[in-house]
């Protein structure tokens, strides 16, 4: 079964925070299983090497370019051939915290036991994010 994973790479989120991109930089990706994605990982992209695994899931039926695009209509991916240090990586998203506070937010008031109160982001919850709409 396919599995859809979100990477991330400290020292490429901070080549992106020094070129203008932000600060929160992830990378989706749909591989064929758990082996594939850590070698997928494993290898790097951007000339890095030190990407972490956030979250992966298995999904029934994905293809990697139908989940890059239904992630890109909410958020902005970065162009691999405008940043020659990605090396053709497709993938690679400029996450907007506002967009992720406000579906954590639309989701506890979903539920009536939790008080709506301000939420503070992890990448976990990041990851969550981007694999709910990849797969949407």
Known sequence: MPVV????????TKWA???GQGKHIYKLGVAEDEAAVKAAVAAGWGGESDWKLVQSKEV??????????R???????IDPTYYPRLKGAAGIY???????????????????????TEVKVKPKDI?????RNAIA
């Open 5 to 12: 994973y979100v990477a991330r790479s400290a020292a490429l």
């Open 17 to 19: 925070s020094d070129v």
């Open 60 to 69: 029934e039926d994905l293809d990697e370019d139908g989940a890059l695009a």
């Open 71 to 77: 992630l890109g209509r909410r958020e902005k991916v």
């Open 94 to 116: 400029r996450i907007t915290l506002t967009n992720v506070q406000n579906s954590l937010l639309v989701a506890k008031a979903m539920t009536a036991d939790e008080p709506l």
């Open 127 to 131: 990851a969550d994010y981007m694999i």
